[in-house]
């Protein structure tokens, strides 16, 4: 609408509204404050954390225990340590999840409390949560934008939104156009929005949303509303949680069948299945996981990753594609001078960022028709001091030592480029004192200064004389615009007129600069234009400037580290799309002739047309928030694991949907880091692929210690369950032994192996297949045959005790966790122990030592042995189970010789 409809249309003017009028329409639009989400309730992820499978098998088997012991008129030990188990891994769970999310109050805090607003006639300051639409508001630099607002006057005013849309630049405002309905927000240059920041001229609106309706505020109900997918461990751990209980609850159906038919008592057959059930559930697994991924994260830290969420930690080994945002997270989110064109000749500028540091390296160009070759000299210098003169930016250093640049970003480069060149702009300033000025703005593409020269030393390449003219007029803006107001130019020999095809030679140059991404802006001058009243022409040509948000310097090699792991990354941007082709071409993620996909393309393709584009395109510009979390979505639906990076508000929706949400720890706003699972403490994009390679390593180890202690959980039961279909009566394993083997002399090798050191290999593979499961690529396999093996060697062993009249429980107990010791050994890696390092993981030989001399503890120590139900061994019997113990390691050891030889003969093949 034109500013005077969107008045009418909220029934308000430029006289703003009454009081009595913005009190009914606070009580009809509520505060101008964005609502949180109720979350779940403290109670209600407690009470969630029961809902697990296992853990409701082992309630159940408490149940059943300690009704058993009442029946014996027994102490019910068994039930209560079942009892404290499952007390404690709800305890861990509700920890790991109990974290508040603080996002929505982040967003909330966003909103400047007060603010000017135009009642009753009269400019008054209120807070920012009395506004209501219809408030008319006035704002200057340094002001935050507290609602969604219609511009009705300007003055210079441009708005900082990178917070919103991502971009950099400073985006100048108008009050005149009317636009599109469906024009997107980066584009909507007569509103502004709230949490953006005024940075420059002042301004006065109209609010036409407030809270909720902002366009804050439908990404706060976004945020809402995402899903926080599940990470692919948490999956995992469901699907082993139901197959390990379904695989239990049949093999004791089985066993209590057979055993009946074979005569065995009833209560007997109750006892075994109650240790059956407590020796198929990993007990000490949850623990683990939760201390391996703390490490993990530990180590992450020191690499520049802060995982805000554990589960996080695993996810990043799974991850196969990585969603960034361009600005801030591929670049530096700083524009840079790239390069002049001047004269004839084209000028590379180097350096990075904001730092004084860089050289100016000519080379020549193809003259037009009618121009002499080279530059003239003083050119190159008076378009540098142009840039300066021309705009508003300053360039400083501040105590620290780093430089930065106060005002648009645009500008400040102009500056920067002059220093590299040895000029300084604050002493050129106040030199040539500006003494009029015609401000930027989007009607005319041009901003100009009229600046006091009386000496002329700044005219001298104009072969002007100092008496000539005591004021020179300095233009930047489109080079489309300033080329047309321009009659003449500076060739290699001076000022030449400026032909048809010379013009559009300078065009050509413009748009070649263009192609590659970078933004570019022209440079004019005029001596003896009296002041602002008379139109701009006649002016002289200076230049071209071309700058560009550079990409940082080691994201080319990062991406180059996701492709050889596997992992495809995608740019998703706000900014222009030729730029974001040149900045994917230049870190190597796309091809100079990549397809890029804009967000009004993207808004008409439904759901399934917009899969079958994410599996091909890895460019998307113009894009929207709420395009990025369908993107995120999308891929997911795809069966990707995603991580989605990104710094500004306008990302937090999209970090809490994907698998793992990486936010920028330096640059980053308060709403992407509450949003995210990790946080990039150095704002590097490398961090992200040092964090995925911790991630593969905690996988693996992961991996490492599931296939021992499921393993030997397999062994345990199939020896449990052999008893009575052997003929025995009684329990070779009572539940409290049973627990003591899964917590402590499982527990503490498999918290050893997850100190394990990764290989050079990690991350030449390829990474977990989305949905995979935890059993895949042989793990199942593995633990079900050393199981089997396991089992075999201890029920033989378990034979030979009852037969010989040696206390048989008491050495399967013993005999069970001795062998572990060795599992644990082997698991470690898939070569032959003489070909590993013995000492690269010392906490697993103390972790061995440690847990084998507790195990004689419990034999040895009478009050221990009352306890846990053992009889003292003699020195015979103790080493009889230490050498079936070392069956097992030796099995393994000649299983990996075996396949070591096969995999060798297959590669010689």
């Not at 009642?119 to 609602?147: F, H, N, Y």
């Not at 905690?698 to 020896?719: C, D, H, M, P």
Request: glycine letters at 10%; aromatic letters at 4%; proline letters at 5%.
């Amino acid at each position: 609408m034109a500013s005077e409809a969107c008045c009418q249309a909220l029934h308000s003017g430029i006289d703003g509204l009454s009081s009595t009028d913005a009190k009914l329409r606070l009580c009809s639009h509520g505060p101008n404050r964005l609502e949180l989400g109720e979350g779940r309730s403290t109670w209600r992820i407690l009470w969630d954390q029961f809902s697990n499978v296992m853990l409701l098998m082992l309630l159940a088997v408490a149940a059943v225990s300690g009704a058993v012991a009442l029946h014996q008129r027994s102490f019910p030990k068994d039930a209560i340590a079942i009892l404290v188990i499952v007390l404690l891994n709800a305890l861990l769970g509700y920890a790991q999840e109990s974290r508040a999310q603080q996002a929505l109050l982040a967003l909330r805090n966003m909103a400047a409390p007060l603010v000017q607003v135009r009642r009753d006639a009269d400019w008054q300051q209120l807070s920012s949560e009395t506004l209501v639409p219809g408030d008319v508001i006035r704002l200057e630099a340094g002001d935050r934008v507290p609602a969604d607002a219609r511009l009705l006057e300007v003055a210079d005013l441009a708005a900082q939104e990178a917070a919103l849309t991502g971009e950099a630049e400073a985006v100048f405002k108008r009050s005149d156009p009317v636009l599109a309905v469906d024009t997107p927000v980066l584009e909507r240059h007569n509103c502004l929005f709230q949490g953006t920041d005024v940075v420059r001229g002042r301004g006065v609106a109209v609010v036409t949303a407030t809270g909720m309706g902002t366009q804050l505020g439908q990404i706060a109900g976004m945020l809402n509303t995402a899903g926080g997918e599940r990470t692919p461990l948490q999956a995992r751990l469901d699907g082993l949680a139901k197959a390990l209980v379904m695989s239990a609850l049949s093999l004791v159906a089985v066993v209590v069948v057979l055993g009946w038919l074979l005569g065995q008592p009833l209560l007997n057959l109750l006892e075994v299945s109650l240790s059956m059930a407590v020796a198929i559930v990993p007990e000490g697994l949850p623990a683990v996981i939760t201390v391996t991924l703390a490490i993990g994260t530990q180590r992450m830290v020191r690499r520049a990753a802060l995982i805000r969420r554990l589960p996080a930690v695993e996810a990043l080994g799974s991850v196969t594609v990585i969603c960034s945002d361009k600005t801030g997270t591929l670049t530096q989110n700083r524009q840079v001078v790239q390069e002049l064109r001047v004269g004839c000749e084209a000028v590379a500028v180097s350096g990075q960022g904001y730092e004084p540091l860089g050289r100016l390296t000519s080379r020549g160009l193809t003259a037009p028709v009618g121009a002499e070759s080279g530059c003239a000299p003083g050119a190159r210098t008076l378009l540098l001091q142009a840039g300066v003169l021309c705009s508003d930016a300053e360039h400083k250093q501040r105590g620290d030592g780093h430089w930065e640049v106060l005002g648009d970003p645009t500008e400040g480069a102009l500056s920067v480029a002059a220093l590299k060149a040895g000029i300084d702009d604050f002493e050129l300033r106040s030199h040539f004192r500006r003494v009029a000025e015609i401000p930027f703005s989007s009607d005319r593409q041009l901003m100009a200064v009229w600046i006091d020269d009386p000496q002329g030393a700044l005219q001298q390449p104009l072969g002007v004389s100092a008496a000539g003219s005591t004021r020179l007029l300095i233009s930047k803006g489109s080079p489309e615009t300033v080329i047309s107001l321009c009659e003449r130019w500076i060739d290699g020999r001076g000022v030449i007129p400026l032909s048809a095809t010379q013009r559009q030679w300078w065009m050509d140059q413009a748009q070649q600069l263009a192609a590659g991404g970078l933004r570019v802006l022209a440079f004019a001058c005029a001596p003896h234009h009296p002041s602002p009243s008379q139109e701009l022409q006649g002016l002289v040509f200076l230049g071209l400037m071309a700058q560009l948000d550079p990409a940082r310097p080691e994201v080319g090699a990062a991406v180059a580290t996701c492709r050889k792991a596997g992992i495809r990354p995608i740019m998703i941007t706000g900014d222009h799309p030729l730029t974001a082709r040149a900045i994917a071409a230049s870190i190597g993620l796309a091809g100079a002739g990549s397809e890029v996909l804009l967000g009004r393309e993207l808004e008409q393709l439904d759901d399934q047309e917009l899969r079958q584009i994410v599996a091909r395109c890895n460019i998307y510009a113009r894009v929207a928030p709420e395009q990025k979390l369908r993107i995120v979505k999308a891929l997911q639906a795809s069966g990707e694991v995603v991580a989605m990076t990104g710094d500004g508000i306008n990302d937090a929706p999209a970090l809490k949907q994907a698998h793992i949400g990486v936010a920028m720890g330096r640059t980053g706003t308060d709403v992407s880091k509450e949003a995210a699972d990790m946080v990039l403490l150095d704002d590097n994009f490398a961090s992200i692929v040092n964090a995925v390679e911790e991630g593969r390593l905690v996988y693996a180890n992961i991996r490492r210690f599931v296939k021992y202690i499921l393993g030997s959980n397999v062994g345990e039961l199939l020896t449990i369950g052999s008893a009575p279909l052997l003929g025995l009566v009684g329990v070779p394993l009572t539940p409290l032994q049973i627990l003591w083997m899964n917590l402590v002399t499982d527990g503490l090798p498999a918290l050893a192996l997850a100190l394990e050191p990764g290989d050079a290999q990690l991350m030449q593979r390829r990474p977990a297949q989305p949905g995979e499961s935890i059993f895949a690529r042989g793990l199942g396999r593995y633990i079900l045959r050393i199981g089997v093996v396991f089992a075999l060697i201890v029920i033989s062993l378990m034979l030979l005790a009852e037969r010989s009249g040696w206390p048989w429980p008491t050495m399967v107990f013993t005999t069970l966790c001795l062998a572990q010791m060795g599992h644990a050994l082997s698991a470690r890696s898939e070569q032959p122990l003489l070909q590993v390092p013995a000492f690269s993981n010392p906490w697993l030989l103390v972790a061995v030592a440690l847990t084998s001399a507790l195990q004689l503890l419990l034999l040895y120590v009478p009050p221990l042995a009352r306890f846990f139900g053992t009889t003292p061994l003699s020195g015979q019997e103790l080493l009889i189970c230490v050498g079936f113990s070392l069956l097992l390691l030796l099995y393994l050891e000649l299983e990996k010789l075996y396949g070591l030889g096969r995999l060798r003969s297959a590669a010689d093949c």
